[in-house]
C-alpha cells in the first residue's frame, strides 16, 4: 500500500453547524427528494420495468441507469446522517426491481434490455454500459454501508462476475474498455467490501489496457462494420488532438496511462479515469501509475484550472483544451467535472499529505460546487461561467441551451449533473480527516463532532467554527490513554499570517508539506487556530489572456463576483483600484444572511456622448461607483442578470 494516510468514514463525522453542515441539511431535506421525484417524474425509474416498445413515448436513455445508481449513492449518504423508511423502502423498491430484469448470466442494463440486447457490449465507444455498471457498483456499496442489505451489492457483483468473464487479456475474452472511465473506481470500491481479488484486478486491468495499440476503438468499430475514422464525431476528435496528442483523446485513451503527462478530453471521463488510477497505484504499489498521476494533477492545477474551481473549459466536450486556456464568458467548468475532481483530490492526499491537494478540494467546494445549486436546493448550473451575459444565451441552439445556460435549472435532459453534487454533498464527512499511525489530520475546517482512531487511542473530536467567513477554528480534542500521537493542521494556501495555540499557549509545531504538525500527549485539550482572512486582490499568469489586465477578489477560500443585482447592467465598466479599501458585512436579503458581502468604492467608466458608430477617438472617462461584490457561488439566485469574476483594475 502506497497511501499512508487514510481517510475517516463519513459515519464518523457529523456537520453540526455552519455553511457547509447547512448545505448538508438543504442537501437532505430537499435536493435528494428533488431527485427522485425528477426521476420518478421523467420516466427513469418506471424505465427499470423494461416495457418500452417502439412507437411508445419517453424512450429509455442510455445513461439512465448511471443516474439511478447516483442517486441511490446520494440517498443512501442521506440515510446515515438521517434515517427515513420513506427513502429506504423507496431504494428497496428499485432494488427489486433491477433485480427483477437482470439477466441470468447476469447482465444489467435496462436500456439495452429494452431497446437493443443483441448489440449488448459492443459499443463500449459511445454507449456507456460500463460506466452506468460503475455508478450503479457505487450506489450498491454506498447502500450496503448505510443500511446492511446485501441484495442490492449481490445484484452488481453476478454482474461484475459476466464483466470479469467478458473483458481481459486472456483469449477469448473482449480486450476492451468503457468510453467513459468510471468503473475503473467503483471496482476499487466493490473491492473494499467484498475483499474479492477479482474486482481489484478487473480493474486493474481496464486501467492497464486503456491507449493501448491496436486502439480498441478502432477495432471495435471495426469489426461492426463502422469506421470511425469517417464518423463526423471521431472526425471532430481527430482534428483536435491528432496532431498534439492522437486519436482517442477525448476519452483519455490516446497514450498508455503511465505515458500521459497533462489532463486531456472531456474532463470528468479524465476526473473518473484519474481517480481510478491512483486507487490501483495504491493497491499494487506501482510506482509508474502514481508519478502519472501527480504529473497529471501539477500540469492540471498550474494550467488547467479555473480560480472558482472548475475544470474543463470546452462547451464543445466538455474538455480540455491547452494550456492557460481559461476564457470567462465561453469557458464551461461542468459541475460534474468539479465533483469529480474533489473525489480525486481526496484520493491523493492520501499518499503523503500535501496541502496542495486539499487546497485546490476546498476552493472549488467553496465555490463551483456550492454554486451548482441554488439556495432553496432544488435548481442546478450544468455549466459555470466566470462570466455571464443573458443575451448570449437567447441566442444559443435548441441543442446546446438545455446544458449550457448559466440560469439554474430544475433539471436537464441529461441529467448527470444534480445526482453527483447531492452525492458529494451527502459525503462530506469523509473528506475532512485522515489518520495514520503517527495521529490525525485536519483537511477542512467546519463545525463537527469526529470520533476516530489513532492507533488503538479512540480520539474526538469537536471543532466550532464560522469558517469560510471567520478565520476563528477551536478545536476540542478528547483523547484518553496518555499516547503521544501527532496533531496536523492545514494551513490553507490563501493565508499569509496565522496563529495556533493549545490550551492558550504557544507549542512548538513543525510544518510539513503545509500542515502545521503538533505532536504530545495528547488529553482533553484545546487547540485554536486563527487564520487571517483579509481581502486580497487575485491576478493570473499573463498567458491566461483574457484575465490580462484584471482581478479577482477572495477571501479566505470564497471567490467574490459582482452582479447585476448589485451593481446595474454596466458591469463591464466597472474598474477597481489598486489600493482599495474593503468594507465587510453580512447577509444578502432572500438569499443568505450571514454570507459575508464586499464593498468598495471603485470607478466607472462614463461612455457619455456616444452617437452613432462602433467605434471613437477615446474620450470615455472614469467617475468614482460604489461596487459591491458577493460570493460566487451565491449568484444568480435573485433572477439571471450579468455576472463577472474577473474585474478590470485602473
Known sequence: MMRQYTPVNMKHVRLTSGLLAERQKLNTEITVPHIYHELDTTGRIDSLYCRWKPGDPNKPHPFWDSDIGKMIEAISYSLI???????????????????????????????FKTCEIKNRFTNLYYMHELYCAGHLIEGAVAYFEATGKRKFLDIMCRYVDLIDDTFGSEPGKKRGYCGHPEIELALVRLYGVTQNEKHLNLSKYFIDERGTQPYFFEQESLAYGVDTTKTANQKRHLKYYLKSRGPYAEYQSHLPVREQKEPVGHAVRAMYLYSGMSDIADAYDDVALYNACKTIWDAMANTQYAIIGGIGPSSDGERF??????????????????VALAMWANRMVQFDCDSRYPDILEQTLYNVILASVDVLGNKFFYANYLSALPERFEHASAAVIDKMKAERQEWFDVACCPPNISRLMGSLGSYMYSVNETGLFMHLYAGCDAELRVKDTPVKLTVTTDYPWEGSVRIEVGASGGEVFTVGLRIPGWCRNWEVTVNGSDVPYEIRKGYCLIRRIWGNDTIELEFSMPVMQIEARPEVREACGRVALQRGPVIYCIEEADNGKDINNLCIPGECTFSESRGIELVDPRAVVLQFSGFKRNPGGWQDGLYREVRSTLEPAAIKAIPYYLWGNRGFGRMLVWMLRT
Open 81 to 111: 446522517t438521517n434515517p427515513s423508511e420513506d427513502l429506504e423502502e423507496k431504494v428497496d423498491r428499485i432494488v427489486d426491481m433491477l433485480e427483477q430484469e437482470q439477466f441470468p448470466d447476469g447482465y444489467l442494463n435496462t436500456y
Open 321 to 338: 483544451t491547452f494550456a492557460y486556456d481559461i476564457p470567462n464568458e465561453y469557458t464551461y467548468n461542468e459541475s460534474c467535472a468539479s
